[in-house]
């Protein structure tokens, strides 16, 4: 994790008190401090003196018996502010909230942040499998239905720039040729949905559709996710009568957004 400062206009100490919040935010709840200086690749004091301002400020916590550090509750209002103020959360909240409870399955909206897709919010229906993902989490666009979605906006020249070949594998499922992925943005492109059978997990199935804003620029996806029995596994050539109602049903939702955000 660089802690180097990149350019004159970057503050050396703001840019490392952003990697110590990250690296709380990569793996465990809970750290030592000498873990947050191995993650951030900052001297053990360094990182105790950031962690210690932190905590005043209310961004980060210490248990007091096991004197680990956690990100606090204090950082909540911050993310939630930004998150609730993106035009594509307010547009998607209610929308994706009435699919997951009519579908019974998982409905997520996802942005494209560089090379990864983030989530801006999940609802979990009573069909969906226990799902590990969260507001602010980061997928493969490679890999899932809402990232080969959001992949459309690109040129296949600024796709190879993006994502090095050869693309990660995730499952033996995972597409990772671009030649490949060419084929299925170009459907995608002519269907106006994506598929995802157990790329990027065993059992799981995706089905997306792309979200525009009123300049008719892809700017967001939606998906319908759920164990693969309900929504196709790889083997399977053509949909079956329930999939392809769910196909109606996630792209009439991305429709509903983009009319929210300005498309006629």
């Not at 493969?140 to 994502?163: D, F, N, Q, V, Y």
Request: aromatic share 2%; charged share 25%; proline share 4%.
């Amino acid at each position: 994790m660089a802690t180097r400062a990149t350019d004159a206009g970057t503050n050396q100490s703001v840019e490392r008190a952003v990697s110590v919040l990250r690296a709380l935010d990569a793996g465990r709840a809970e750290l030592r401090v000498s873990d947050v200086a191995e993650l951030t690749g900052l001297g053990s004091s360094t990182t105790s003196r950031l962690l210690s301002t932190l905590e005043r400020l209310d961004m980060v916590e210490r248990d007091p018996v096991s004197n680990l550090y956690r990100l606090s509750l204090g950082i909540l209002p911050l993310a939630a502010t930004a998150t609730n103020r993106h035009p594509v959360h307010r547009a998607a909240r209610m929308v994706l909230q009435d699919l997951a409870t009519r579908t019974g399955l998982g409905a997520n909206v996802a942005v494209r942040r560089d090379s990864e897709l983030m989530f801006l919010c999940n609802f979990e229906g009573h069909r969906a499998p226990k799902s590990y993902t969260q507001t602010g989490h980061t997928a493969p666009l490679h890999a899932t239905s809402i990232g080969k979605c959001l992949l459309t906006g690109l040129t296949p020249k600024e796709r190879r720039k993006l994502l090095p070949e050869p693309l990660a594998a995730h499952t033996d499922y995972t597409t990772t040729s671009h030649d490949l992925l060419d084929a299925e943005i170009d459907t995608v492109r002519r269907t106006g949905y994506a598929i995802e059978a157990e790329e990027r997990a065993l059992g799981r199935a995706s089905l997306a559709a792309p979200v525009r804003d009123a300049s008719g620029d892809v700017v967001a996806a939606i998906s319908l996710w759920g164990p693969a029995s309900l929504l196709g596994n790889h083997t399977e050539t053509e949909p079956n009568g329930q999939r392809l109602a769910l196909t109606r049903e996630v792209i009439e939702a991305a429709d509903a957004i983009s009319q929210a955000l300005g498309v006629l």
